[in-house]
């Protein structure tokens, strides 16, 4: 047997072992909770219908998608915009702007819980959809692993545009952007990825159902144990579904993208 074959073989295994949880909780997804219970698999889909019918799942699966959505393309537009800052032009207190924003990936995101929430209850956005995106838009490390990428492109490029009259915009729009389009998508799951799976923060500043989130929704789900004394695994793991797939969607369109950034952004 070839070693291709081998390792072809293994890769397959290991995929699949890491694939295992996420097909599993597929699979308890259609089951009716009785025949869980029995070991005697019923295939249905009436957990997907109770999950956004009864427990609103379709609302909180919108609310993510507009608040990971919304925090995802503003936090690429400043990262983008301080990156370029940072790697092209030397400006006072430049270096010492870096070094903070860099200090920032130092300091434990429970510790800004505070003051975060004493800020938003001052101006009154508790509650609200800015309350959830305004702490979240900004993003640190986006704008260092973008920073690095972008020293790796040659100056030469720049100089070239701006010898044909274009402005600092039009370079980072027309060159910059389109050659770091890698980084910038693999920054972009990133962010997306992080902000859907957060917990704390919208715990913390939402009260009001409309507002909910797929992850305080699916807590919600659990804590309110939808079974008659056993808990409806089938159905949690429904609604555990409903939260996986957006995120293995958005890592299969940008997959290929994901892995080229990462890679030359560690290099350069």
Known sequence: MKPETLWTGAALVAGLLFLSPVLYTIWMSVLTVDSYYAGDPVLTLDNYR????????????????????????????LAVMAAFAFARFDFPGGDFLFAAVVATL???????????????????????????????????????????????IPRALDEAAYMDGATPLQVLWRVIVPLARPAILSMGLYIFITEWNNYIWPLVAISDSDLY??????????????????????????????????ILIGFLAVERHLVRGITMGAVK
């Open 50 to 77: 109770t999950a956004f019918g009864q427990y609103d799942f379709l609302r909180y699966l919108l609310n993510s998608l507009l608040v990971s959505g919304v925090v995802t393309l503003g936090g690429l537009a």
């Open 106 to 152: 130092m300091i434990p995101g429970h510790i800004t819980l505070i003051p975060n929430y004493l800020t938003l209850a001052r101006v009154g956005l508790l509650d609200t959809y800015a309350g959830l995106i305004l702490p979240a838009i900004s993003n640190g490390f986006a704008a260092f692993f973008l920073r690095q990428y972008i020293r790796g």
């Open 213 to 246: 989130t797929l992850q305080i929704g699916l807590a919600k789900l659990y804590r309110e144990n939808p079974g008659e004394d056993v808990i409806n695994w089938p159905l949690v793991m429904a609604a555990s579904t409903i939260t996986i797939l957006p």
